[in-house]
């Protein structure tokens, strides 16, 4: 009764277009039928979509990341992008647990091999007041309530403030979150998956990972909900 109740006050709607839908999913079918997976051509480290010699991208080839592999299962764009973008930008933390849900469901293979310990990519503080909610930690939460895994906080935390990586290059992306995050000694000695909600150049997630490493952690993986292409 409760859960009918809450579906008339707040009825299932597609994550991307708000479409209000008869039966709770994801999508609505228009949006379902332009979303995007990642190819199955891509870096086998960072998932950077492409064909490469030993499927390493140059930036990888160049300067092997301190994580041990990335994943998405969707490609940044169409309705999946809409639907971060919503969730991130418009004040819409509520759709973080459909989201994790996706997420679950659609990296099972990924996941079974990953590892257990998620921490999510950290706001700095002045952006959470601003915000009010960390998009990260929230997707984090909501994929170890549909994992039964463990999401942890205080683990990893922003340092200092950077500026927004949108519009920057790939050398103003690094130098913007070098040395931007710190880790607790607590993850010595453990394997790490961090979770964010996009992966473009993987700036941030490189700077992240090495700060998790430098504290110890044996193995760090990434998983997103999008990859963006990044290469041209």
Not at 71 to 83: D, K
Request: with cysteine; net charge positive; charged share 25%.
């Amino acid at each position: 009764m409760l859960q009918a109740l809450l579906e008339l006050l707040y009825p299932p709607a597609c994550i991307a277009c708000a479409k209000v839908m008869p039966v709770r999913a994801a999508f609505c079918e228009t949006c379902d039928l332009a979303v995007e997976r990642l190819p199955t051509t891509r870096c086998r480290t960072c998932a950077e979509p492409g064909t490469f010699p030993r499927d390493t991208c140059p930036r990888c080839h160049d300067a092997p990341p301190p994580f041990s592999r990335a994943w998405a299962p969707f490609a940044h764009e169409g309705p999946v992008a809409r639907a971060i973008h919503r969730f991130k930008y418009e004040d819409h933390p509520e759709l973080a647990p459909v989201l994790g849900e996706l997420l679950a469901s659609e990296c099972r293979h990924f996941l079974s091999q990953a590892p257990t310990l998620l921490v999510a990519l950290p706001l700095h503080g002045k952006r959470f007041r601003e915000r009010k909610y960390d998009q990260a930690q929230l997707l984090v939460e909501a994929l170890a309530r549909a994992t039964g895994r463990k999401a942890s906080l205080g683990l990893l935390h922003r340092a200092r403030e950077t500026r927004r990586q949108v519009g920057l290059s790939e050398a103003e992306r690094a130098l913007n979150v070098s040395q931007a995050f710190r880790a607790s000694a607590s993850v010595a000695g453990r394997d790490v998956l961090l979770v964010d909600d996009v992966l473009t150049t993987g700036a941030t997630v490189r700077a992240a990972a090495t700060a998790l490493q430098d504290a110890g952690a044996l193995r760090v993986e990434v998983l997103t909900l999008a990859r963006a292409f990044s290469l041209a």
